[in-house]
């Protein structure tokens, strides 16, 4: 049997019937406020448009696609070692500045937190989500802004370059958080729910995508920017983040 040979992915996705077009072609929505749950089912769709079209991809590529199943979880897991360790250090030297302060205020709580993330993950059927997304070969956009894909009469994305082999949830968890940390008013345990209804999934995934978006992402994030500066001396700067921070993760779904 003759193996199709693409260039890009994007031109697998142009092959199956994904429109790609330019950002100035895109009408989309700007304001938080705008964004409401109606819409992001309706991006559920577009979501589950390219997955459908995308799964089961045996083609070559020449720049190929790297696989990131389960990267998140196991990059999260490392977050709260360093982070377990920065604890560890600035207890045995004393804070140094009011970052360090804050670190030692809130990080215990965080790490906690996200453990408990950790484990409702591996609660559900974790290995088996994989495993099935092994098995179909599925693929994610990666990137699941309005702002890059849109779904009217066609599917239309802006860039592929965020593709990757990955399990279909992964889709959902990204926009879910990112929405979550720009502090909208949202349903999300419903908004779940819709995904999986709409992508055919069981309760396991929903258990999944709610464990993951309940992750301190952005605690996690600003420290580990401030352990990767040189310049401490910016800890001003980095404190108001590490609060702001704390508003964004807002409270765990579960």
């Known amino acids: 049997m003759a193996i199709s040979i693409y260039n890009d992915f994007s031109d697998y996705m142009v092959f199956k019937g994904i429109k790609n077009v330019l950002a100035t072609d895109f009408k989309y929505k700007n304001v938080d406020s705008d964004i ?21 991809f045996n083609g070559y590529l020449r720049n190929r696609l790297n696989n990131n199943t389960g990267k998140v979880i196991e990059d999260y897991k490392i977050y709260i070692k360093r982070l377990t360790g920065d604890i560890n250090s600035i207890k045995t030297t004393q804070p140094k500045n009011s970052f360090e302060e804050l670190v030692i205020e809130y990080g ?26 092994m098995r179909k070969t599925e693929i994610c956009l990666g990137n699941t802004d309005f702002q890059n894909l849109q779904k ?27 929405l979550k940390r720009k502090g909208l008013e949202l349903d999300f345990q419903r908004l779940a729910h819709e995904f999986c209804y709409i992508e055919g999934l069981d309760e396991s995934s929903f258990e999944f995508l709610i464990a993951l978006v309940s992750y301190p992402h952005e605690f996690m994030k600003c420290c580990n920017k401030y352990r990767e500066t040189k310049n401490k001396v910016q800890e001003d700067r980095f404190s108001k983040k590490l609060l702001k921070a704390l508003t964004k993760d807002g409270d765990s779904l579960f």
């Open 108 to 133: 215990e709580g965080v790490i906690k937190r996200g453990e408990a993330c950790i484990r409702a993950v591996y609660q559900t059927d974790y290995i088996g989500i994989i495993t099935r997304s």
């Open 152 to 178: 009217n009469n066609f599917t239309y994305v802006v860039s592929f370059e965020d593709c990757s082999y990955n399990m279909v949830e992964m889709d959902c968890f990204i926009l879910l958080s990112k």
């Open 36 to 56: 409401t749950e109606e819409l992001i089912i309706e991006q559920f769709g577009a979501i589950h448009d390219f997955h459908e079209k995308s799964l089961g």
